[in-house]
C-alpha cells in the first residue's frame, strides 16, 4: 500500500533519508488543502518545510541531542486528490494504519488540519481506542458542519470526537471559537487550555494538566496545529488568530509532557504563499526536529 500511495518528494527532510532498519521515525507529507475556507495554501508545505529544514541545525537545546545522529526515514508525500476528500481520507487511513502497524513512529507534515482525521482513524483501526490527543491549536473546530462541509478544517475535532472518546481529546492554546462550539466543549467533556490558562497556570502547571489526563491511556498522539503559535511568530498559516503562544512556551510544553508512549505527531496548516521570510515553515521544521528529539531521549 505504501508504495501505491506514496510519492518520493524532490527534497529530503534535513536533505538526508535514514535507513528505515535503523530509524523508527517516518517524514510522511499529506499536501492536501481542499477544505481550507480562506487562505489556501498548505499543500505546498511539506515540500517548503522539507527545503528550510536543510538550513537548521540539527541540535536540541532541550533534549541534548543531535537528530543528525538519527536521521527520520523520509517516506515522501502521500498521493492526494486535490477536491476528493473521501479518496485522499482513504489514502491517508491505509498509509497511516500500515505505518503505526509497522511499528513507525511517523510526523506528518499537513495540509490541512483535517488530514489528522484518517491519521488518528489509522491509527486507531491499528492500535486501538486507548489513545490520548494532544492537540495545539487557536480554534476549538468543533462546527459539525462548516459551509456545507462536514469535513472542513473547522470540523477537526468534532470529526476527531467520533474517532475517539472527546474525553480522550486535551486541546492547548485555544483562542478562538463560537458560543456553540464552547457550550459543545464543555458538553462533550473535551479538556482545553486557552492562551489565559497557559499564562495564569504557566507552562509547567499545563504541563502537569496535561500528564494527568494523558495518564489513564497506553498510548498519545500530538497534533499540533501551526496557527497555535502568535501571528508574530507564524504569521504564514491559513487562518491566523492573534493572542497566540510564543515558540517557547509550546516547545517548553512539548518537552515536558512527551514520554514513551508518543507515537507519533503531525504538524499541520502552515502555509507557504503567505509565509513572511519563511519564518514559518523554518517554526514548522524546528518543532519537528524538536518533538523528534524529545520522543528519542523518552524512549
Ligand atoms: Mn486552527
Request: with cysteine; charged share 25%; net charge negative.
Amino acid at each position: 500500500m505504501r508504495e501505491l500511495y506514496l510519492n518520493k518528494s524532490p527534497y529530503l527532510f534535513l536533505g538526508v533519508s535514514g535507513d528505515p532498519l535503523k530509524t523508527p521515525y517516518s517524514i510522511v507529507g499529506v499536501p492536501f488543502d481542499t477544505t481550507s475556507s480562506f487562505r489556501s495554501g498548505s499543500r505546498f508545505a511539506p515540500i517548503h518545510i522539507r527545503l528550510i529544514s536543510q538550513s537548521l541545525e540539527t541540535y536540541s537545546l532541550r533534549a541534548d541531542v543531535d537528530v543528525e545522529d538519527f536521521p527520520p526515514h523520509d517516506e515522501g508525500d502521500i498521493i492526494v486528490s486535490p477536491g476528493e476528500i473521501s479518496w485522499t481520507f482513504r489514502a491517508v487511513e491505509e498509509v497511516s494504519g500500515e505505518l503505526f502497524n509497522d511499528g513507525r513512529r511517523p510526523a506528518f507534515i499537513g495540509g490541512d488540519h483535517i488530514v489528522s482525521v484518517p491519521i488518528v482513524t489509522g491509527l486507531v483501526k491499528t492500535l486501538g481506542r486507548d489513545t490520548c490527543l494532544i492537540i495545539f491549536d487557536a480554534h476549538l473546530d468543533l462546527r459539525d458542519s462548516y459551509l456545507g462541509n462536514k469535513f472542513s478544517h473547522a470540523c477537526v475535532m468534532k470529526r476527531l470526537c467520533e474517532v475517539v472518546d472527546p474525553r480522550s481529546i486535551v486541546i492547548v492554546g485555544v483562542r478562538a471559537f463560537s458560543k456553540n462550539e464552547l457550550n459543545d466543549a464543555r458538553k462533550m467533556k473535551v479538556k482545553y487550555y486557552t492562551t489565559l490558562n497557559v499564562r495564569r497556570l504557566g507552562v509547567r502547571g499545563v504541563a502537569k494538566a496535561i500528564e494527568d489526563i494523558a495518564s489513564s491511556f497506553s498510548r498519545i498522539y500530538i497534533s499540533i496545529d501551526t496557527d497555535v503559535f502568535d501571528p508574530a511568530y507564524a504569521p504564514g498559516v491559513q487562518t491566523p488568530e492573534p493572542d497566540g503562544l510564543t515558540p517557547s512556551e509550546v516547545l517548553d510544553i512539548l518537552y515536558k509532557i512527551v514520554d514513551s508512549r508518543v507515537v507519533g505527531f503531525d504538524v499541520v496548516e502552515v502555509c507557504p504563499p503567505y509565509d513572511v521570510n519563511d519564518a514559518t515553515s523554518a517554526l514548522a521544521a524546528k518543532t519537528i526536529l524538536e518533538l523528534l528529539s524529545y520522543i528519542h531521549v523518552r524512549h
